[in-house]
């Protein structure tokens, strides 16, 4: 298993979807993306959902969001 890890925190929209759609292009099947937001990133939600993706939000004392994404 492969875990990538995505700070998206100090990118401009739509950098951190771009990447996260990049990552998952090319994930295996028990990889896993780990993404760090300052946000809930609702439309990156939609298309996981579309396509075969589980989440879990972990929201951080500092008030940034570890979303870690694996497929179901």
């Known amino acids: ?13 739509p950098e951190p979807l771009e990447l996260a759609l990049e990552a998952l292009d090319s994930m295996a099947g028990s990889d896993k993306l780990v993404l760090i937001l300052n946000c809930q990133p609702k439309p ?10 589980v989440w879990e939000e972990n929201w951080r004392a500092d008030g940034s969001n570890e979303i870690h994404i694996r497929r179901a």
Do not use: A
């Not at 298993?1 to 929209?13: F, K, W």
């Not at 990156?44 to 993706?53: A, D, E, P, S, V």
């Open 44 to 53: 990156l939600y939609q298309i996981l959902q579309r396509n075969g993706y």
């Open 1 to 13: 298993m492969v875990v990538q890890t995505i700070d998206g925190r100090d990118m401009q929209p």
